[in-house]
């Protein structure tokens, strides 16, 4: 197991900082800094504000993703689906929730609304080419490599 150094800052003095539910837990859970609950109709996408900025490590990311329990529950997870937060960003970690369900969904002060993975990530360094290596499976795109 990897482990890294995140300098957190609270912009909001009721911010929380993020938690792991257990010991493996890869994501730690972002809460949200609101200070009444939120109210979302079916579709709707709102930002809500974590009340933090970090300071991710250079050739590191944040990736926010969907709380299983939330999405499954309430029908909310993150409008992007993975939300990036570069090494370079500063300003406050936001998540945009959008309610996927067809019924109205709430956000309580302090609730669990996403999860953030600290993960490296690679630059490439993209190469124009004239052609490209074969394989099995060449330019077989979605299904493609399924059983008959």
Known sequence: ?????VPIKKLNENATIPTYGSEYAAGADLYACIEEAISFLPGETKLIPTGLAMEIPAGYAGLIYARSGLASKKG?????????????YRGEVMVALHNHSNVEAVIEPKERIAQIVITPYLTAHFEEMEELSDTVRGAGGFGSTGTK
């Open 1 to 5: 197991m990897l482990n890294a150094n």
């Open 76 to 88: 909310l997870a993150p409008a992007n689906k993975v939300g990036v937060v570069d090494a370079d």
